[in-house]
């Protein structure tokens, strides 16, 4: 197996392992989820060479924007009504959460705890739940990627194939 490929195939395995702790982490971090949001989240290879590569972890804009939070300025709700009436998707949106995560309650029930959290939101913001930190950027998390690239076995490997073009077809006897 060529040294490209040894690396290319480490790099692989270790960035999907990567992504799977952020998934583990995001739904640690958000244990109601469906899972739909932490399935965006996957490893890509971008460029692979001798020399360098790269590689990118990458998530929903759902993904993001749960583990950074929204500020209380951009939270879509004003506390007085529009003149021209109508419903607020937002609203929309948590009175069917209150509906999933408080079963029992009546509609109307549902439409105050929506109101109530939405005048929470404004007051506060919604938190972020800092999943990439917890999953990604953490020293246990980069050892285990370094673990996983296995750069011992691809540096072997571009040894054997160095030594095969220096011996133009001689043997030449080492140890690795």
């Known amino acids: 197996m060529a040294a490209i490929d040894t690396l290319r195939r480490n790099l ?6 990567l992504a799977e702790s952020g998934r583990n982490a995001f739904m640690a971090k958000h244990p109601n989820s469906t ?17 360098s590569f790269e590689a990118q972890i990458v998530a929903s804009k759902v ?21 021209r009436g109508g419903t607020s998707k937002y609203i929309q949106g948590l009175i069917k959460f209150a509906g999933r995560v408080k079963p029992g309650l009546s509609s109307a029930e549902q439409k105050s705890f929506a109101f109530s959290i939405a005048y929470k939101h ?19 998390a980069r050892a285990k990627f370094f673990k996983d690239l296995n750069l011992q076995e ?4 571009q040894i054997k194939e160095d030594l095969k ?4 077809g001689r043997t030449i006897r080492t140890n690795f």
């Open 165 to 168: 073009k220096l011996s133009n």
């Open 35 to 51: 899972g739909q949001t932490a399935k965006t989240i996957k490893g890509e290879i971008v460029e692979v060479t001798l020399k």
């Open 63 to 83: 993904a993001m924007i749960r583990d950074a939070g929204v500020p209380r300025a951009s939270i879509p709700f004003s506390p007085t009504p529009p003149r």
């Open 122 to 140: 404004l007051r506060t913001g919604i938190k972020g739940t800092n999943w990439i930190k917890a999953g990604l950027d953490n020293s246990k």
């Open 154 to 157: 691809f540096a072997s490997e």
């Open 12 to 17: 692989n395995f270790a960035i999907n392992n």
